[in-house]
């Protein structure tokens, strides 16, 4: 490729099979050649020298900007095997750097229809700020909130003597209608009506006074703001047109030569950067220049951000909400490896029953099964229940063990138990424990973690930490041992937010070890090494504490 974007290996590749389906992108363990292609990439970002960009490897953490980069395996009609590189977003302030492929729309581009747009919609801005800053609307403002305070004061101070002219008018009455002869008492309540019409004119009156005076300040006001609401809606609109129009301008190639920009993929509220991650791009490219494409990868180079959770190197998945219907639309008529998510990896698994009498039931639930029926999979632990106690009146679950973790489970088989054992877990007066082999040696004995935690709006079901908006969440650790490389400690969570501990553990401010096997937030082994091995409760029926222990089985 004249443009060098297409990069053939750097070492012999004789001993590697090619992939024979393309890679399920949300959802994969990279091919050994995309962990070459990553390898060589990862060679070329640490020696480059044609721009700078602070990926927080070198002692600059807080301002740091970590990226997402992608590698695509592919061949060309020559039948040379080589990979496509690419980044996501900008990189540098710059989205379009050589040894990269090009975004699929240039919105940089010097004198493009964004640009110009843009400096419109600029000039507007700088318009209105120049308007917004005139000293005679904070003036006006003042003024408006003066005269409002004071007709307020003025009207209530009105009712206020109407209410105490009412209850003197009744004193008046029942005084008359004891003293005076029946001409005199109609005479009086004549007089006390007319003295009541005339506090309620006068209220009239000095309500319509400070209208008046209100307006004539609402309408000196208006004089300053109606001209830049007219700016601000001609900026909404032009912003409206320019969104629209760049929509139409993210158009993505499939293999079949159909394209489809972001407005059909999305509609009108497509997700903030959708189109500039790396995999659109890598496709997008490929496809553009008749190159097959063969297997992908995308890893994270850099710092890991303050909420999401990503490791230097680590291979990541491509996220659902912005690439999901972009890649499907790209991968159409592909032969695509199938959904690993589909499939029931508990189909051959037993449920052991620790405990069980009239009430409760504690089983020791296997790794990879399903607490609750999923989207795709019905089998589960309330299922295998459902059929083990077909007579049980209770719903049966009374808490939840992440797919990925085993352990411990307290199962209701009445209404009276389930509702006796969950306001145990919901008051935390259970006493839980798990078990975890960390990727990495932790130097401390023991700590708390404290990281409020919420899904990731766009990677269900990730979560992320997040001061704003997430949920409290705290741990407590001790460490068992450490050697070869990892630690296996005790977690004793004292809330229970999904995917705490596997968050805990991954994030950097947390303990910045992700637990062996963490398919999400680290990197996939045979089974996530994370273990409820601990719990202890009382009894629905006696109140009698009861412990149960099952040591992890790895």
Known sequence: MQDGCFHTFKHTLD???????FTFPFYYAPHPLCVLAAQELQDYLSTQTQWQHNF????????????????????????????????????????????FVPPVFDMLTENSFFQQQQAVIQQLNVLIQQLESNPKIKHHQHTLAEEIALSQQHIQAHREAMIQGRKHRKQQRQQGLRQLSPKGYELLCQQLANESIIQKKQLELLTQHWDDRINAVKQALA?????????????????????????EQYRFLNSSGDYKSISDLFGDTPPAGAGECAAPKLLHYAFLHDLKPLAMAEFWWGASPKSEIRQHKQFYSACNNKCQPILSHMLEGMLVDENPLLANPAHNKDIDIVY??????????????????????????????????????????????????????????TKQANKHLQTQFIQRTVKKRYVA???????????????????????????LVCYDYGKAAETDWDVIETKNGQTKVYFYPKTGRTHQLRVHS???KGLNMPIVGDDLYGKKANRLHLHADYLALKHPVSDSLIEFQIDAEF
Not at 57 to 63: A, E, N, Q
Not at 442 to 458: A, E
């Open 15 to 21: 001993s590697v099979d090619l992939p024979e389906k």
């Open 56 to 99: 927080g490897l070198t002692g600059d953490v807080d301002s740091a900007i970590g990226k997402m980069f992608g590698v695509l395996l592919v061949q060309n009609k020559q039948g040379e095997l080589g990979y496509l590189a690419a980044f996501s977003g900008k990189l540098a302030d710059s989205n379009k750097w050589s040894y």
């Open 223 to 247: 004089s300053f703001i109606e001209p830049i609401d007219a700016l601000k809606n001609k900026r909404k609109t032009l912003s409206v047109s320019l969104q629209k129009n760049l929509f």
């Open 356 to 413: 069980q009498d009239e009430v409760m039931v504690i089983i020791n639930k296997p790794f990879d099964m399903l607490s609750v029926p999923g989207k795709s999979i019905q089998d589960s632990v309330y299922q295998r229940m459902k059929d083990a106690f077909p007579t049980a009146t209770g719903p049966l679950i009374v808490h939840r063990l992440d797919m990925s973790t085993s352990g411990l489970m307290v199962i209701a088989l």
């Open 437 to 463: 082999l960390l990727d990495g040696e932790l130097h401390q004995q023991r700590g708390t973690i404290n990281l409020p935690i919420r899904v990731d709006l766009d990677d269900r079901p990730r979560q």
């Open 506 to 508: 991954a994030h950097v």
